[in-house]
């Protein structure tokens, strides 16, 4: 075989087997922000058999940036644990916070999440989920330039027993649950209450309040959980998204557990 040869096959043969043995996870995570990544470690370091989907060529979601493209970010102490775990490098600041390069954070995510086991699909939207017996069962997956070029081109379709919306502010999963299927969110109004403005604190906190399961197979985290359940911003202040990440990795694999032990 000519080299060019062995470069194509090899790339189609490890990409669709890739993309075959993710036909059934245990969870589907949309969006590679840093709660979406940290989800995918701890539930890979747990032996889950974990997918993550991001629209972006490079995921990493609001993290890269810092705060307006000053490339460091802050993480408090309660977090540390998570830096520590992911072994990022990172120096102490005032009143029990660290300083870390958001480039070096990202990139280490990335790293930690995928040599854990769990698969990352980039360029990939999830325009839709799987909805059946009043139960989010899957995510339904289409090439982003598809999407943009607003081709009429079918998904396909991956089943998980867990369904993660880390989207962000925008909370785009939660939103296409609820406005296709009409469906009521465990939340104060049972809809999408909306994200407010900046109070870093309050905001820290709870978002890691807010990560949950909101409807049957469905979880939040980071912004998301925020935008869903009402509550503030937190401007380039990480460690509730870190922890947010932690926690959905804790609900999920209960989640998965107690399912496999139903059926
Ligand atoms: C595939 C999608 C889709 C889709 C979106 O916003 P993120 O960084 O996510 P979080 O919540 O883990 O982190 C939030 C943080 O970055 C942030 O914005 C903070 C702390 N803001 C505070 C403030 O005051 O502003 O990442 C979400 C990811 C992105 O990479 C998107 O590309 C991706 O989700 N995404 N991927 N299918 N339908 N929608």
């Not at 993550?52 to 890269?64: E, Q, S, T, V, Y």
């Not at 869903?228 to 380039?236: A, N, Q």
């Given at each position: 075989m000519v080299m060019e040869t062995v470069i194509s096959r090899g790339i189609i043969e490890s990409y669709f087997e890739k993309l075959t043995s993710c036909l059934e996870l245990d969870v589907a995570i949309v969006g590679g922000g840093p709660s979406g990544i940290v989800a995918a470690y701890y539930l890979a370091k747990a032996g889950h058999k974990v997918a993550?989907?991001?629209?972006?060529?490079?995921?990493?979601?609001?993290?890269?940036g810092g705060a307006m493209m000053f490339n460091d970010i802050i993480v408090q102490e309660e977090a540390k644990h998570i830096l520590d775990e992911l072994e990022l490098t990172y120096r102490p600041y005032q009143q029990g916070t660290y300083i870390v390069d958001s480039v070096h954070a990202t990139a280490a995510l990335l790293y930690k999440a995928t040599q854990a086991g769990a698969k990352i699909f980039n360029c990939y939207s999830v325009e839709d989920v799987v909805y059946k017996n009043k139960r989010v069962a899957g995510v339904v997956v289409n090439w982003t330039p598809v999407l943009m070029q607003k081709m009429h081109v079918d998904p396909l379709t991956l089943m998980a027993k867990c369904v993660l919306d880390g989207t962000g502010h925008d909370c785009e999963i939660v939103k296409t649950v609820v406005r296709k299927n009409g469906v009521t969110l465990n939340t104060e109004t049972g809809g999408i209450v909306g994200e407010m403005s900046m109070d870093a604190a309050e905001g820290e906190r709870t978002?890691?309040?807010?990560?949950?399961?909101?409807?049957?197979?469905?979880?939040?985290?980071?912004?998301?959980?925020?935008?869903?359940?009402?509550?503030?911003?937190?401007?380039?202040i990480f460690g509730g998204m870190l922890l947010s990440g932690e926690k959905a990795a804790s609900i999920m694999s209960e989640s998965v557990k107690a399912q496999a032990k139903a059926q």
């Open positions: 993550l989907f991001d629209r972006k060529l490079a995921p990493g979601g609001g993290m890269w978002t890691v309040i807010n990560t949950k399961e909101v409807y049957p197979g469905l979880f939040v985290s980071g912004m998301a959980a925020n935008g869903v359940s009402g509550s503030f911003r937190m401007g380039p």
